[in-house]
């Protein structure tokens, strides 16, 4: 049983276009989180969700729009792509807001032509 | 801000070497710490954390100690297997709620 399931795990596509990424926990968690990986490996916290609500939005462009349906599921939707938002996105949870461990999804990787 | 360095790698060890990897971190207050690893292919998965200054965390023979004096929390293991190859990140909580991670480690083990 997969704990926290991204999909897709490859996303190819043009500079331009608008893409969605999916982000499942059945874990029961209350927190779920969005982070992006880029080419040297840096990690970034973008988004949290606690309960559907926004917690956490870093200086991300405006570009991308969490929605998050119900607690388990946060969805990441990015539109007009460009070739900077090249990189791993990993959806995380957590049982609550700042508790660890954190659950990692095993990312998606978006590549921008 | 809050922030973790690391040392770069790829960090190259042959089976039963010593292996210490390298983090330091600047934060505000009292940050919790953690070690996560990322085998290929997978999500990061946390391996050990200290909550407190000179706390130790340990875990698969793996360990940090939590360093107040010298703001570093590096990561130790005495005999690496080749089945410990995978990116290795340091990361800091202050209790903003989310993870501040450092820049990840390479490690590859030879047999």
């Known amino acids: 049983d997969t704990a926290v399931s991204q999909t897709p795990k490859y996303l190819v596509t043009q500079m331009g276009n608008d893409k969605s990424i999916k982000c499942e926990q059945n874990l029961g968690h209350d927190t779920m989180y969005w982070y992006k990986q880029d080419s040297k490996k840096f990690l970034k916290i973008m988004f949290s969700y606690n309960n559907k609500e926004l917690i956490i939005n870093e200086t991300v462009p405006n570009r991308f729009s969490p929605k998050s349906p119900d607690k388990a599921h946060l969805n990441l939707h990015i539109n007009s792509l460009e070739l900077g938002d090249s990189a791993v996105y990993f959806c995380?949870?957590?049982?609550?807001?700042?508790?660890?461990?954190?659950?990692f999804g095993d990312g998606t990787r978006l590549s921008i032509l | 801000g809050d922030s973790v360095t690391q040392m770069e790698g790829p960090v190259t060890l042959s089976e039963e070497a010593f292996l210490t990897i390298n983090c330091t971190y600047t934060?505000?207050?009292?940050?919790?710490l953690f070690w996560y690893v990322q085998y290929p292919g997978e999500g990061l998965q946390l391996l050990l954390k200290?909550?407190?200054?000179?706390d130790k965390g340990s875990n698969k023979g793996f360990e940090a100690t939590y360093r107040k004096e010298t703001t570093s929390f590096h990561l130790e293991k005495g005999s690496v297997q080749v089945s410990d190859s995978a990116v290795y990140f340091c990361g800091l909580d202050t209790g903003r709620r989310a993870l501040t991670f450092g820049s990840g480690t390479r490690l590859q083990v030879q047999p």
């Open positions: 934060a505000t207050g009292y940050p919790s």
């Open positions: 995380a949870s957590s049982q609550e807001l700042g508790d660890q461990p954190q659950h």
């Open positions: 200290a909550t407190k200054a000179d």
